[in-house]
């Protein structure tokens, strides 16, 4: 659960800030960002932010916004999961309403990103490389489905022959048998949160086109070498850059509300 809070709140964050819009659901005149194609299948964690929220209420009613429980939430997964722990700044706001293409639009990375494609959209949210480098550490945890490394494991040379044979056994060409076949990010420890992410890296065993990139004779591979041999380093950077993350265009003051039930607006 600790790769799916961490995941939500990116995809929350890259989409118009850290509002909460992405943990609004549909209803029969508004459509949210939750059926948008990078989140459709992909993001969960949903009913453990209306868990906390419901008993945050009972207690402290109408004061903790659902995107600062997010924020929080993603940070104690990670802590629980042997990561790094760092102060949440808060005050966040809950966004009205969510936009489905603005979630469509590209600005969350999809798995078949180049180097160049990932270093631009973290650019863009005042994120720099080492920060986008640290950041896709989070892969350390979590699973994929076949749909999103199907590419990678039958078409690409810069993997692991036994690694890509593994994964092939689940996930067949050409499809759409075994699309939902879900495989580890990281097929070392995928429920540990730890540097072996990057070491995967290094052996060509990342699991997505976007995963290997980072380490393919590029700019990054220096800090892919770090984060592989100093786990300090990627914990304190990591941390950095969740922090960083967190204060992308959030709501504040009179903006936005804060919400009763997470899932809708008030």
């Known amino acids: 659960m600790g790769a799916s809070l961490v995941r939500l709140f990116f995809h929350d964050c890259f989409v118009k800030g850290c509002d909460g819009s992405i943990l609004l659901e549909d209803t029969s005149s508004f459509t949210g960002e939750q059926t948008a194609g990078p989140n459709n299948n992909s993001v969960r964690g949903f009913n453990v932010v209306a868990k906390i929220k419901s008993k945050v209420e009972k207690v402290c009613p109408g004061i903790v916004s659902c995107a600062d429980i997010l924020a929080i939430a993603a940070r104690d997964s990670t802590v629980i999961l042997g990561g790094p722990n760092w102060n949440v700044k808060l005050g966040r706001r809950d966004s009205k309403t969510a936009s489905l293409s603005a979630a469509n639009s590209g600005v969350i990375p999809p798995p078949t ?22 950041l896709s550490g989070s892969h350390t945890i979590g699973q994929a489905r076949c749909t999103s490394f199907r590419a990678r494991i039958y078409n690409e040379t810069n993997i692991d022959s036994s690694f890509a044979a593994t994964r ?18 990281d097929v070392q420890t995928p429920t540990a949160f730890d540097n072996n992410y ?54 504040t003051g009179s903006h936005g509300e804060i919400r009763k039930i997470c899932s809708k607006p008030n």
């Open 113 to 134: 990103s180049t180097l160049s494609n990932l270093i631009n959209r973290f650019k863009n949210k005042g994120l720099s490389v080492k920060d986008m480098v640290a």
């Open 168 to 185: 092939k056994k689940s996930c067949p060409f050409p499809g759409p048998s075994g699309n939902s076949k879900l495989a580890p990010l």
């Open 198 to 251: 990057y070491k995967n890296l290094i052996n060509q065993k990342g699991l997505l086109h976007s995963d290997q990139v980072l380490f393919n004779g590029g700019s990054t591979d220096s800090l892919v070498r770090t984060y592989s041999s100093n786990s300090k380093t990627f914990n304190s950077d990591f941390a950095t850059a969740m922090i960083k993350m967190g204060d992308i265009d959030p709501l």
